[in-house]
């Protein structure tokens, strides 16, 4: 294999900026011919020439037809077990995890890098519980921006000018606060996804993923029901090749190539138009001391002349305090098309300094860039066999209530311990089922609640009379907020309401957390009912062992006091978690046996008044739903896969049972 390092290298096959950005070495397939313009042929040093060939009549007829014959495409066969369409959130993460059960493959992305915009950004208290899983929470929080300047959502005139409102958010509001501390031992961080691919790449790479950015999946063929031939194209050399693989996964975005390919169904919804993302460098920080916040809607209702674009502006924290996305959305009920968003990079800069309030404030625009606002989800992540996808690939939506890349990486989480479970032989491969059964039910909870983030802003818009078409009328609507009668009270109560409104969006805990599987892989034929839903789903955090749920979060202690340990950090790690207290040795005892006679690594623990931890707060003897003596049996991704009551006659048999029927075996 080679390895290229020298910037020489990296800057000839247009990857040093990639690489950089990754902090690690660039690899290239050994006995793959690197094939480089006639164009650049000359710039390479003569003793390094024979390493590589000018465009062949092969990769001619690749960029004509990707038509290769039998014999090019038996030279031309990478083997691995993984291969992973799509290096963001999705396809990264899924590296990371399965690299962390020892699993390596192949990590391949159509674009020249990683991300170049900022796109997803807020990072919730559950993806981050999946990254404290493999040691990366920390290096993320180091890299992102904490949560306590994430303080506010704002609405205002401009940045610099009047303020109509703002709202606690992302569990600052210290009504909520005890929720947030109460659901994880983790904080909510602002990390841009330029900042969040790059790590999870270079982890990636470092444990011995072999990542191709400019290589694009073309199609698939199956020469029999465990093998899979993906044909690819490296758009640098326009050489096309095969990789032979168990498994492919697909999260290849919105666009997904693999999901056309499979014919996955979607569940499509009317969208809500074309957004104009608008990014840009500006040094705000004189005017955050008294604005914090990463998200501040600017809104001039009585307005008379904008561009088609650009009425409404959502302001997004980038890097605090000198980088910013611009969001503009549509008006509801606009039916602007692609070309009513275009514009010249000085009208872009124009308008941005409109929305901060200052002509003299130094503006340098970035990129700016459409996109649609989607309703859409899979009906299915696989094709019941070896090819999965998830990410963006199945589902598709706004950035409201900051559920898009946190998805992705629970998504690959679920899915990781499965993969490594059925091929290393301790599951049967019918576990893999329960990732569709799973983690579709909670994509179309995500679209759904993103979509409707958008719309619960709609009652605020309609208040100001930004709904409104005619001037006048708008003039009026606004001179009754200062009415000090009947219809002031009124005016402004109603917009007080469309304000609480959103906070749907910014203290989305129930949605973030409250995830339910009913499948294969969770046991629930001696569990009775469910506990009822919370009246308020999306914001309501529920804290239960019912299986099927996230384990609950506790702080634990030593006898002898040292650094606190959750109950999340106990579970994990790739393996099976069996949590007991007073007088359920008998539990310890039957995890031990039946791990070692299934080949699973199941380790115990008793929580409780002189146990192997302490519940110092008493809150895991609230939480636990369970006896003393009981046991809350939880999977690899923290996720109760049975729970009992209390000691029973034979324990030994009844968790091999479960776990028989958990893993499929």
């Known amino acids: 294999m080679w390895l290229l390092e020298s910037e020489f290298f990296l800057d000839l096959l247009g990857t040093q900026q990639s690489c950089r950005a990754l902090g690690a070495r660039a690899k290239v397939f050994e006995g793959l011919p690197l094939q480089i313009p006639n164009s650049k042929l000359h710039n390479i040093p003569s003793p390094f020439r024979s390493m590589f060939s000018t465009p062949s009549r092969q990769a001619q007829r690749s960029e004509e037809g990707f038509k290769m014959t039998e014999t090019e495409k038996q030279d031309n066969v990478l083997q691995t077990d993984l291969l992973i369409v799509g290096a963001g959130p999705a396809g990264a993460a899924l590296a990371c995890f399965l690299a962390a059960h020892g699993r390596t493959g192949i990590l391949i992305a159509a674009a020249p890098g990683t991300a170049d915009t900022p796109r997803a950004h807020i990072t919730n208290m559950a993806a981050l519980e999946c990254l404290r899983d493999i040691k990366l929470e920390q290096e993320c929080k180091n890299a992102g921006t904490d949560s306590e300047h994430m303080e506010h959502t704002r609405w205002c005139r401009s940045m610099a000018g009047e303020e109509f409102a703002r709202v606690y958010s992302w569990g600052h509001d210290p009504k909520h606060k005890g929720a947030y501390e109460t659901a994880s031992p983790c904080n909510h961080i602002d990390l841009p996804q330029t900042l969040l691919e790059p790590i999870l790449v270079k982890r990636a790479i ?40 168990r498994y492919l996964f697909g999260c290849d975005g919105a666009r997904s190539q693999v999901v056309r390919e499979l014919q996955l169904p979607l569940i499509k919804k009317p969208g809500q138009g074309l957004a104009l993302n608008v990014l840009v460098r500006a040094d705000l920080s004189h005017l955050i001391e008294n604005r914090s916040g990463n998200l501040h809607w600017v809104i001039n209702p009585e307005e008379e002349e904008y561009p088609a674009w650009g009425k409404e502006c959502l302001v997004r924290m980038v890097r605090a305090w000198d980088e910013w996305m611009f969001i503009f959305l549509p008006q509801p009920g606009a039916d602007l098309k692609a070309d009513d968003m275009n514009a010249t990079n000085e009208e872009y800069v124009a308008r941005a300094k409109k929305v901060i309030g ?32 998830f990410g963006d690939a199945t589902h598709r939506h706004p950035p409201f209530n900051g559920l898009g890349s946190n998805t992705c990486i629970q998504d690959a989480f679920n899915l990781a311990w499965k993969i490594d479970y059925v091929m290393s032989g301790k599951a049967g491969k019918e576990l893999l089922n329960s990732f569709d059964q799973e983690r579709q039910p909670v994509g179309v909870d995500i679209v759904t609640r993103a979509n409707q983030g958008l719309r619960d802003h709609f009652e605020w818009q309609k208040t100001l009379g930004l709904l409104e078409d005619d001037k006048e009328k708008v003039k009026e609507i606004l001179a009754e907020f200062e009415d000090p009668g009947e219809k002031g009270r009124l005016r402004r109560k109603a917009f007080r309401d469309g304000i609480e409104n959103t906070t749907t969006e910014f203290h989305g805990l129930g949605i973030e957390m409250n995830q339910k599987y009913v499948s294969n892989a969770v046991y629930l034929e001696d569990q009775g009912e469910a506990p009822p839903a919370p009246k308020d789903t999306v914001r309501t955090l529920q804290v239960t062992t019912y299986p099927g749920r996230r384990l609950p979060h506790a702080w634990l202690n030593t006898r002898v006091p040292g650094k606190k340990i959750s109950t999340i950090d106990l579970a994990g790690h790739r393996r099976f978690c069996l949590l007991t207290g007073p007088g359920g040795q008998a539990w310890k005892d039957a995890a031990k046996a039946v791990g070692e006679k299934l080949g699973v690594e199941v380790v115990a623990y008793s929580i409780g008044w002189k146990q192997d931890y302490e519940d110092v707060y008493f809150d895991w003897a609230e939480r636990r739903e369970v006896e003393d003596d009981g046991c809350v049996l939880v999977r690899p991704d923290r996720f109760v896969a049975w729970r009992s009551q209390s000691v029973i006659e034979k324990p030994e048999v009844k968790l091999e049972e479960v776990l028989r029927s958990v893993l499929s075996l």
Not at 221 to 243: A, F, K, W
Not at 365 to 376: D, F, P, Q
């Open 358 to 389: 200052d002509e003299n404030i130094e503006v340098t625009l970035l990129h700016a860039s459409k996109w649609w606002i989607n309703e859409v989800v899979a009906e299915r992540y696989s094709d019941g066999g070896n090819v999965f996808c």
């Open 206 to 245: 470092h444990a011995g993923w072999t990542v191709r950015f400019n290589t694009r999946y073309v199609r698939l063929s199956r020469p029999s029901p465990d093998v899979i031939l993906s044909e690819v194209l490296d758009e640098l050399t326009g050489q096309t090749y095969l990789i032979q693989s």
